[in-house]
């Protein structure tokens, strides 16, 4: 009877194991304890997925026989594919090819579009390279969109979740970027127009006095004008923001340059406009502690010499508000930008949202005015505290209609330039650009993806006694530490040695 008895609790726990197991490939789950929930999918590409039409294909290219810190970014796409093929409702289904089998699997990859990557590998206590791939094909119907290399964390569910949006979206959203008055072309905004044109459409548009912005455009950018703009531009821009759609504005009232070391004010007719919506665009440089350096030429005797000088004028912003826009930003550059305030706005009908500010130690300076490398700067120039950048305005700002309106004091953080001139932005510059965009115009939420993931954490900055503090405890502390537990011991072992001889005795 009691070996029944067994046999029946065995046969019951082999039976809940075979049942878990049948329900754990049904209803695939994670835990996440990552800080920024990196593998925990957002409900923006769930939405994606749920609203999935067609049956989507992904075909991922990877090598095998990979050193363990790449493998892993094969074995957290397979995952990640899992859990977007159950949350597709059966939409999407995945294969996993390795290319580096044989060489017509090689040759059909790269005529995929999947080009290889160099890494290194140790073997026999020798570094050598090897060649790898790492991308996937999506595919729906006649259609396909490459993915060359896919990156670990975050950006894995960013660089699907997009691609997927951009092959199921029928009819993308329009933005105008503002032409005709010296602002950079779509050439010359390399980094932002790649990332923009994943969700949108983007047309170049140039106003007359009679023709004003499309009905069929969403969200007007406008990036660094040099000239002046005419009233009857003004007018078409006011029209188009009444009517209950968005701006995205980056301008500065401040002409510097480095070649003639001079700063003077212009006017282009949009501070004025802004003015109007209660936003101000201050007629002054903002110098910060936190700031970037410039190169500058220096002799000694007969030798000359190159070295970085810290410039205040170029300031290093990293005090964001919490906000979509600036989700997942840890720094930008803004060389020569403008503070922002606010007046005359009613608070009960719009919301007001300070983005980025200098930090507790700026101050301004009105131009014109010679810009000195050299200067020797004192606490008496950072003065003024936290100083608005950028804002974002969301409500009736202007009208009956909701709309919503985002400043930068600064025009040319995100452009590129063109030809020989062109250079590569700082990411977090063409993040905060291309994020306020998602915000003014994309309502599926992708934007909390583009820069979800903590990148870095940087160490507060010390003062040179505390660091020296520091340095010295980390050295005679454990030696402390230690005579201390050896005093402690002998203390001990004298009492036990006490104790013995009187019970001898």
């Known amino acids: 009877m009691k070996r029944n008895a067994i046999y029946t609790k065995l046969f019951i726990i082999i039976g809940i194991f075979v049942l878990l197991n049948a329900l754990s490939n049904r209803m695939f789950f994670r835990l996440d304890f990552t800080a920024d929930q990196r593998y925990t999918l957002s409900n923006a590409t769930k939405d994606i997925l749920a609203s999935l039409e067609s049956p989507i294909t992904v075909k991922a290219y990877f090598s095998e ?159 660094d004008p040099k000239d002046s703009i005419p009233l009857s531009h003004i007018q078409h821009i006011d029209n188009f923001f009444n009517s209950g759609r968005n701006v995205y504005i980056a301008t500065s009232r401040i002409d510097a340059d480095l070649q003639t070391a001079y700063a003077k004010s212009k006017s282009t007719g949009l501070e004025i406009w802004l003015k109007d919506k209660g936003v101000i665009i201050e007629d002054n440089i903002v110098r910060d502690v936190d700031c970037g350096s410039v190169t500058v030429q220096q002799r000694a005797g007969f030798m000359s010499f190159n070295s970085q000088v810290k410039f205040p004028y170029f300031p290093i912003i990293s005090n964001f508000t919490e906000h979509p826009i600036t989700s997942g930003l840890e720094a930008i550059v803004l060389p020569f930008t403008n503070a922002l305030s606010f007046s005359g706005i009613d608070t009960s009908k719009v919301k007001i949202y300070p983005l980025a500010l200098s930090s507790a130690k700026s101050g301004v300076e009105k131009p014109p005015f010679y810009i000195d490398i050299s200067k020797n700067w004192t606490e008496v120039d950072f003065t003024l505290g936290s100083l608005p950048i950028a804002v974002a305005l969301d409500g009736q700002i202007s009208g009956e209609n909701n709309s919503r309106l985002v400043v930068i004091g600064n025009g040319n953080f995100a452009v590129n330039g063109e030809g020989q001139k062109a250079q590569r932005v700082h990411p977090d510059n063409v993040n905060i650009m291309v994020n306020a965009i998602d915000w003014l115009s994309d309502d599926t939420g992708l934007i909390e993806l583009r820069t979800k993931g903590i990148t870095s954490r940087p160490l507060e900055q010390l003062e040179d006694d505390t660091k020296t503090m520091i340095k010295y405890t980390n050295v005679f502390a454990p030696i402390i530490l230690i005579l201390i537990y050896g005093l402690f011991r002998y203390q001990m072992q004298s009492r036990k040695r006490k104790r013995w001889m009187e019970d001898n005795y």
């Open 65 to 223: 026989n990979l050193p363990p810190n790449i493998d892993k970014t094969r074995k957290d796409f397979r995952e990640q594919l899992i859990e977007f093929s159950n949350c597709s409702n059966g939409n999407l289904v995945y294969e996993f090819i390795n290319p580096s089998e044989d060489d017509q699997s090689e040759m059909k990859a790269q005529q995929q579009g999947i080009s290889p990557i160099l890494v290194n590998i140790r073997e026999r206590d020798q570094m050598k390279q090897q060649r790898a791939y790492l991308g996937a094909v999506v595919h729906l119907g006649e259609n396909k969109e490459v993915i060359p290399v896919i990156q670990p964390g975050a950006a894995m569910e960013y660089s699907l979740a997009t691609t997927i949006k951009k092959l199921s979206v029928t009819e993308k959203p329009k933005l105008a970027l503002l032409q005709g008055h010296g602002e950079p072309k779509k050439a010359a905004l390399i980094q932002a127009i790649q990332n923009l044109e994943i969700l949108y459409e983007i047309d170049e548009v140039e106003l007359t006095d009679s023709n004003g912005i499309g009905d069929d455009y969403k969200t007007l950018v406008i990036i």
